[in-house]
T-cell receptor, first 116, second 112 residues
């Protein structure tokens, strides 16, 4: 597609519910990132994929957060047993290649999660 | 680990005046510096980046930024602000890994 696509755009979950957020990166992009953006703050790094390999998951806040990219394209961020503090915008981003950290990363519109 | 600081939460300018949004960075090794803009209820849009070469980088919508190694700064500038420039601006730095670190953001308001 033309840009990074995320779904759902808006999700309201009851506390304790599991949620899954989907990201379709720009076609052909090797690198994929997930960020969490709390209200009024900058994006915080969660995890990074190079193709299907999850090379860095140091930003995932707890073991309730899990991300996968099984075929090296679409990625899913799963949050189990959601808590109110998980309420945030979850941003997916992709980048065309690896090894050159000067590459621009392109963001989707985000998935807005509200836990009630 | 790399980090950026945006010392101003808010910047207000009058339309037609020059604007500056400040950013300082900390990184080991060569810095890769970026500016993104975020409009309400939207994702982040790339404006410009510094990788190497000329210290003055020109980007989208008439924005430019100046890399200053001695002051570890990468301030965003525009000679003449537009009301439509009002948005949230984020500076980011990427070191020799894949983790791009963002500042807390600066809200720019351009008044007519």
């Amino acid at each position: 597609g033309a840009g990074v696509s995320q779904s759902p755009r808006y999700k309201v979950a009851k506390r304790g519910q599991d949620v899954a957020l989907r990201c379709d990166p720009i076609s052909g992009h090797v690198s994929l990132f997930w960020y969490q953006q709390a209200l009024g703050q900058g994006p915080e790094f969660l995890t990074y994929f190079q193709n299907e390999a999850q090379l860095d998951k140091s930003g995932l806040p707890s073991d309730r957060f899990f991300a996968e990219r099984p075929e090296g394209s679409v990625s899913t961020l799963k949050i189990q047993r959601t808590q109110q503090e998980d309420s945030a915008v979850y941003l997916c981003a992709s980048s065309p290649s690896t090894g050159v950290t000067g590459n621009t990363i392109y963001f989707g519109e985000g998935s807005w999660l509200t836990v009630v | 680990a790399q980090s950026v600081a945006q010392p101003e939460d808010q910047v207000n300018v009058a339309e037609g005046n020059p604007l500056t949004v400040k950013c300082t960075y900390s990184v080991s090794g060569n810095p890769y510096l970026f500016w993104y803009v975020q409009y309400p209820n939207r994702g982040l849009q790339f404006l410009l980046k510094y990788i190497t070469g000329d210290n003055l980088v020109k980007g989208s919508y008439g924005f430019e930024a100046e890399f200053n190694k001695s002051q570890t700064s990468f301030h965003l500038k525009k000679p003449s602000a537009l009301v439509s420039d009002s948005a949230l601006y984020f500076c980011a730095v990427r070191g020799n890994n894949n983790d791009m670190r963002f500042g807390a953001g600066t809200r720019l308001t351009v008044k007519p």
